[in-house]
């Protein structure tokens, strides 16, 4: 069983410029969550999917959005990029509520 | 303010020597605890599932339990292979998939 993949699992930008990311979740899983990971914060809950629907939103600015396809395969984008949104982003994908498969995440540089 | 507190940050063993990580946790709400464990340049893997107070779940040298403040990672007899950063997430929210994860305590163990 496949699992969760996530692209690009690396690229760079500079800062003003946007960032669109994708996810493939596990076949029948249809939540797919976002995570933004940095040494200092951790792991912070960005938005989740269900069907195609946002159902839950974290507390990231309006540049942070997402969306979800019918597949159940997500893209998240951030517009207006800076500095501080250098991360690791990761994907999560579950067949209804609890346990999160995650992806390898994409590394985002900002420069 | 919803709050997931991990301890200590990092943590160095002996092989075989056991020890706990504790997760401490103010939420409203709380669905469930979950522990991850995340390897360097991978996303996180999911460990337990905890839901109510008393409840203790165990696997190979892991052992998870759950009071109504706090969790605690049990790690007995530890090997290299368990060296890895130990994550515990809270769940909220009345429906899907929200989860405030703590910072995590990376443990490294010594042969």
């Known amino acids: 069983k496949a699992g969760v993949t996530q692209t690009p699992r690396y690229l760079i930008k500079t800062r003003g410029q946007q960032v669109t990311l994708s996810c493939s979740p596990i076949s029948g899983h249809r939540s797919v969550s976002w995570y933004q990971q940095t040494p200092g914060q951790g792991l912070q809950f960005l938005f989740e999917?269900?069907?195609?629907?946002?159902?839950n939103k974290g507390n990231f600015p309006g540049r942070f959005s997402g969306r979800q396809f019918s597949n159940s395969r997500s893209e998240m984008n951030v517009s207006t990029l800076e500095l501080g949104d250098s991360a690791l982003y990761l994907c999560?994908?579950?067949?209804?509520?609890?346990?999160?498969?995650f992806g390898e995440g994409s590394r985002l540089t900002v420069l | 303010e919803d709050q997931v507190t991990q301890s200590p940050e990092a943590l160095r063993l002996q092989e075989g020597e056991s020890s706990s990580l504790n997760c401490s946790y103010t939420v409203s709400g709380l669905r469930g605890l979950f522990w991850y464990r995340q390897d360097p340049g991978k996303g996180p893997e999911f460990l337990f599932t905890?839901?109510?107070a008393g409840e203790e779940k165990e696997k190979e040298r892991l052992k998870a339990t759950l009071t109504k403040k706090e969790s605690f990672l049990h790690i007995t007899a530890p090997k290299p292979e368990d060296s890895a950063t130990y994550l515990c997430?809270?769940?909220?929210?009345?429906?899907?998939?929200?989860?405030?994860f703590g910072t995590g305590t990376s443990l490294t163990v010594i042969p």
């Open positions: 999917y269900f069907s195609e629907t946002q159902r």
């Open positions: 999560a994908s579950s067949f209804s509520g609890g346990e999160l498969f």
């Open positions: 905890l839901y109510s």
């Open positions: 997430a809270v769940q909220v929210g009345y429906t899907g998939n929200q989860f405030y």
